[in-house]
């Protein structure tokens, strides 16, 4: 019960923060470059968020009464095969982002300077208030 409440809470909150993290900032950043593979690599992790939340949608149903009245209402063989829907894609996805989109994004905001550095703190603030935390130091 406390895993498919953990669980939930992450996919629920933290996941959903993350995604739109990138989709605000990161996103449209690569995309002023119009440089074909980061284009392209930002199609195909927009393409993902998509799927990710339709995925998580049947996990979360089927993770919900565990969480909340500690029983499970599908077969656990019903269970694995959403939870591995779920997953599917997730290491690629995640590869990409830390191989090919936030490199380039870093890069980016560096080859700025001073202004990549206000855009970096601008992000770190916008993130800090959706998620109801104190803005990061200058």
């Not at 919900?64 to 599917?88: H, I, K, M, N, Y």
């Not at 550095?117 to 998620?131: N, P, Q, S, T």
Request: proline share 4%.
């Amino acid at each position: 019960r406390d895993a498919a409440i953990d669980v939930r809470r992450y996919f629920n909150m933290a996941a959903p923060l993350h995604h739109e993290d990138e989709e605000r900032h990161v996103f449209p950043l690569l995309q002023s470059l119009h440089d074909a593979t980061l284009d392209a690599a930002v199609a195909r992790l927009r393409s993902d968020h998509l799927a990710f939340h339709e995925r998580w949608i049947a996990l979360d149903a089927a993770l919900q009464p565990v969480a909340e009245a500690g029983r499970l209402d599908v077969t656990l063989d019903d269970l694995a095969d959403r939870a591995s829907a779920f997953a599917s894609g997730y290491a690629a996805h995640i590869a990409c982002e830390h191989e090919q989109v936030f490199p380039a994004a870093r890069l980016l905001l560096a080859e700025r300077g001073a202004a990549g550095a206000g855009a970096l703190r601008e992000m770190g603030a916008d993130m800090a208030r959706r998620r109801g935390a104190k803005p990061p130091e200058a």
